[in-house]
């Protein structure tokens, strides 16, 4: 459940990043509130890593609660490297990502966040 707090208060902070237009900061947050979300939701079923890899919980959510025992919807398998890539131009060029990338991304986020919230607490969808 740990992460799944890390999660919604680093949507909280990406929220307030976009309310306050600073939208490489809001890509940053966004990111790691899918990821923390995502460590969730391995954990809830058991699968966990003595450290934490940004590629190997990327493949462990797509391998195994989409692909192998289609937890979440296919769609989601995108979701997590899409989020980073965007991160990765806010944190590491010299680029700024703008608005709508960003709007995006917080209903990305949002949706994969929600789904896996709904199954960790819930059980279901």
């Not at 460590?39 to 493949?59: E, F, P, T």
């Not at 195994?64 to 060029?93: C, G, H, M, W």
Request: glycine letters at 6%; one cysteine or more.
């Amino acid at each position: 459940m740990e992460f799944l707090n890390k999660a919604e208060e680093n949507l909280t902070a990406a929220q307030i990043c976009f309310d306050n237009g600073l939208y490489n900061a809001c890509a940053n947050r966004a990111y790691y509130a899918a990821l923390h979300a995502a460590i969730a939701a391995l954990a809830h079923r058991g699968i966990r890593r003595d450290k934490i890899d940004h590629g190997q919980v990327q493949a462990d959510f797509s391998n195994e609660l989409i692909n192998r025992r289609k937890i979440y919807p296919a769609k989601l398998k995108s979701y997590l490297p899409d989020i980073q890539f965007v991160r990765n131009k806010a944190d590491y060029t010299d680029g700024n990502v703008g608005r709508k990338v960003v709007s995006q991304l917080l209903s990305k986020v949002r949706e994969m966040s929600g789904l896996i919230e709904k199954e960790v607490t819930d059980g279901k969808f």
